[in-house]
């Protein structure tokens, strides 16, 4: 491995995932500093992993910037990511910090992207989603691009959204209220009514074809900049689960445009929400599948399958940070697959390696 020696911190290291990055990078012979707002919180991991803590509120930026002056990297889990994004980027802009998030923000990944030019013309790479939101479905979309430069269409698909985090839950409750999905359709970011669309995928787990909704996935933001394909849909498969807590939440949706009852109920979430079991964490199975499809009908498939997406939410961004300190140049907005390179997510472990073969008449872009 290549130097990793400089200084790194971990902001939200009380967190579900952020606890979890900080554990198995002391697991690893690796010392980041360990950030967050709670110092009892983050005193008390500090003190268990014999780290080193520094307690400040991004809601202080001159804190904020003086927390980050001798960082070179921050590995930023603290959402949801609407709020703490913004004021964090501008804090890694002003003192030259490269910044990585765990963010499936589709509003966060377009603002981060905006500021390409600002963060080149400061030395500083703006590193969003990078973990399960979105290594795994960004390096699909580039390994397709690969496959088929002249793709037009992009669908993406995933099993396993499961087991939820307080961190992942409170992000999704800011988007029900709006009911809406997101897709991309001719390079622009379309709002549709949630699991209006259905296709018919084989997501590789041995079922074969099922039926899948749309969601509105970060990839209808990334996959744009990492791959210039101008049409982007997101899907998972279809269960009583999800059709219960979609009739469930349906009257809800007024109160949740209310940002008061949506803090209120973010509140309950994190004092109750722990996030999946460690059975699930250690064991559960993502399979994934992309297709690409270009103006003539020539189509593209690819499937692999990796960890639990919160196990592979912590390697990700270990990955991330170790590539930015080895890689101190880096600069700009950067996807997963942009900043360390279509089939990064093969360098993670227990990830099977992604497999593209063409198809020919398949029904992933017949649209139900």
Same mark, same amino acid.
């Given at each position: ?8 911190l ?31 919180? +983050? ?11 520094? +307690? ?66 400061a ?74 669309r ?69 509140r ?11 059975s ?28 639990n ?17 080895s ?14 390179g ?27």
């Amino acid at each position: 491995m290549a130097n990793t020696s400089g200084r790194w911190l971990i902001y939200g290291a009380n967190g579900y995932t952020g606890s979890r990055i900080a554990r198995a990078a002391r697991s690893r012979g690796l010392t980041p500093v360990l950030g967050g707002r709670n110092a009892a919180a +983050i005193g008390a991991i500090a003190a268990e992993l014999g780290l080193s803590s520094c +307690i400040f509120d991004l809601a202080d930026a001159a804190a904020t910037r003086a927390a980050l002056r001798d960082v070179d990297v921050v590995a930023h889990c603290a959402g949801p990511f609407s709020a703490t994004s913004a004021p964090m980027a501008n804090a890694c802009v002003a003192t030259r910090t490269h910044y990585v998030d765990i963010t499936g923000e589709i509003d966060v990944l377009e603002a981060l992207a905006s500021r390409d030019d600002e963060a080149r013309a400061a030395g500083v790479a703006l590193c969003p989603s990078m973990a399960f939101d979105i290594i795994p479905t960004d390096c699909l979309a580039a390994t397709l691009k690969e496959s088929l430069p002249d793709a037009t269409h992009l669908v993406l698909g995933f099993t396993g959204l499961d087991d939820l985090s307080a961190g992942t839950l409170n992000t999704a409750l800011e988007g029900v209220g709006r009911g809406m999905s997101r897709v991309r359709e001719n390079g622009r970011l379309v709002e549709i009514p949630y699991f209006s669309r259905r296709r018919r995928l084989d997501f590789g787990d041995g079922r074969g074809e099922v039926e899948a909704f749309n969601i509105p996935w970060a990839d209808v933001a990334a996959a744009y900049y990492s791959t210039g394909i101008p049409n982007v849909e997101v899907y998972i498969p279809a269960s009583a689960a999800m059709a219960r807590s979609v009739r469930m939440m349906r009257p809800l949706r007024p109160l949740l445009r209310i940002p008061a009852v949506v803090r209120v109920l973010q509140r309950v979430v994190s004092a109750t929400q722990k996030g999946p079991p460690e059975s699930a964490y250690e064991n559960e199975v993502s399979h994934l599948v992309g297709i690409a499809r270009n103006g003539r009908g020539e189509e593209r498939r690819a499937q692999f399958s990796c960890p639990n997406g919160y196990r592979l939410s912590v390697d990700g961004v270990l990955m991330a940070v170790t590539h930015l300190l080895s890689h101190p140049e880096s600069s700009g907005f950067k996807t997963p697959s942009m900043l360390m390179g279509p089939r990064c997510v093969e360098q993670l472990p227990d990830v099977t390696p992604i497999v593209v073969e063409g198809v020919g008449g398949s029904p992933a872009f017949a649209q139900g």
